[in-house]
Each structure stands twice: as C-alpha cells, then as structure tokens.
C-alpha cells in the first residue's frame, strides 16, 4: 500500500514541478513522510523520506532541466549553489540529531509561511505602474539591494540547510527570485539547476551517513515510472493552463499540507 501511495504522490508532485519549476519536494517530503510514518508506526518518516525525496527529485530536475536549459544562467545559479553546499550538511544533521516532531513542525512552519507569503502578496502589494520584472532587474532599488547585498548567499544558505533536512530547498530561492524579477523560464531553469546541485550533495551526505538502504532504493525504482508519466502530462498541460491561477491552487495546496502535518502531531498528543 505504501508504494502505490508514493508513486501517486510522485506522479502528483511530478507533474506539478513540471508545469510550475517548483513544487515537487514541498509536496513530495511531507506527503511520503506521513505515508512511511503511518504504515510502519514507530519508525522515523522523515529518515526514509529523505533520501528518498532526494533521489526522486534528483532524476525529475534532470529531466526539466533538459527542458528549459536554453533559458539556464550560470552566474545566477553559481552564489547560490556555493552558499547552498554550505547550508547542506546543517540540514543533513538535523535529520538524523531533531526529533521527527520538531522535524515535521518546522517543515509545516515553512510550508505555511511560504503558501501565506504567496498568497497573501498580491493582494497587499500595490500594482507596479511603471516598472516591469525586466526594469526592476536592471536598476530597481530592491533588486540592487538584493544582489549587492547578502540576499542571495542567504537565500543560498537556507535552501541548502531546508534542502539537506527537508528536500524543500525551494522557498527561499523561489521568494528571492520574485525580487529580482526573473523571466518565467529563467526561473524554471534557475531553480531546476539549483535543485539538481542541491540535491546530488543531499544524495552524497546521505549515502556517506547510511540512509540508502534496501526501502529507499526500492521504492525509488518504483517511482520512477511515475516520474516519467508526470513530466509528460505535466508537459502537455503545461501548453494550456493559466500559470497565475495554477499557482494560486497550488500555494493553496500547500498550506493544506502544512496544516496536516500540525494535525497530526496535535492528534498524536491527544
């Protein structure tokens, strides 16, 4: 039961990453972590999650990476890996030293601000009358700020440091990119390269502490035919959809999930 579960949560998460650049390890995580936690009571979800998530994703940014790479720019993505491989083995830590409901409270905590902060920015943030996301990349007084400043190492930072603990390295990327603006598949490229090199270092440090094990690889090559069928219907919805409106379903999405996780534990102590 728990392997057909998160082969569908692959395809879901796959199709939903291909279609918006992002998404797959902020559903993927906690989804499996519930999943693993529920079928074999007393055993660490999250500790099976993972690397699980890690690889799974690892293959599905290959493949959109693929896709958008005309669009992929190197220096962008460059201080952000570099800052992100410092953040990575913290995370890494985190996982096998935090109890599982600190670990899920966290991750409901960045689920939850991240789906409000979308949200919720629209409709407190006056529309731009003169400046558009290529104006503001090029002299904005907040772009300027952001890039001359700290911002990108510590949006670097914590997506290794979420990246290497929760394989949801996406957030603090995702909120920096809208700062600079970036066009809509320079961004799907950024953050796809940047989630590939995340995640080969997540891959690495969890193969180095003994996390691989005979479950994780199992279920990786059962997932994998799910991957492929959800890059390829996300692709052919991907031509039709209304982006703004699928993600606004998908913040909405997101905040559900990150409420489940709080439910549960709150269930747990009841």
């Known amino acids: 039961m728990t392997t057909i579960l998160f082969a569908i949560i692959v395809l879901f998460a796959a199709l939903l990453q291909t279609i918006s650049g992002f998404g797959f390890a902020l559903l993927a995580m906690p989804l499996a972590t519930l999943a693993f936690s529920v079928a074999a009571p007393g055993v660490m979800g999250v500790r099976i999650a993972a690397p699980l998530v890690a690889m799974t994703g690892f ?8 896709r958008y790479r005309q669009a992929l720019q190197w220096h962008a993505v460059t201080r952000l890996a570099l800052a992100a ?49 290529t104006a503001g990349r090029a002299g904005g007084a907040g772009s300027a700020f952001v890039l001359a400043g700290a911002g990108v190492y510590l949006a670097g930072f914590l997506a290794g440091l979420l990246g290497g603990a929760y394989n949801t390295p996406g957030p603090p990327v995702i909120i920096y990119g ?35 094990t005979a479950t994780v690889w199992t279920h990786y090559l059962i997932g994998l035919p799910a991957l492929l069928l959800g890059v390829g219907l996300g692709a052919q919805v991907d031509r039709r959809l209304d982006h703004d409106r699928f993600r ?18 709150l269930s747990r102590k009841v």
């Open 59 to 66: 293959t599905l940014y290959a493949v959109n990476l693929l």
């Open 85 to 133: 491989a410092c953040g990575i083995p913290l995370g890494i830590w985190m996982v096998a030293t935090v109890n599982e409901t600190v670990v899920k409270l966290i991750l409901a905590a960045v689920l939850i601000l991240y789906a409000l902060n979308s949200l919720l920015r629209p409709l407190l943030t006056p529309a731009p009358t003169s400046l558009t996301p």
């Open 178 to 212: 809208t700062l600079q603006g970036w066009p809509r598949n320079e961004f799907r490229s950024i953050l796809q390269a940047l989630f590939l090199f995340s995640s080969a270092l997540v891959i690495a440090s969890h193969l180095v502490a003994g996390h691989l």
């Open 248 to 265: 606004q379903v998908l913040n909405v999405m997101i905040l559900l999930t990150g409420l489940v996780l709080i439910a549960q534990e």
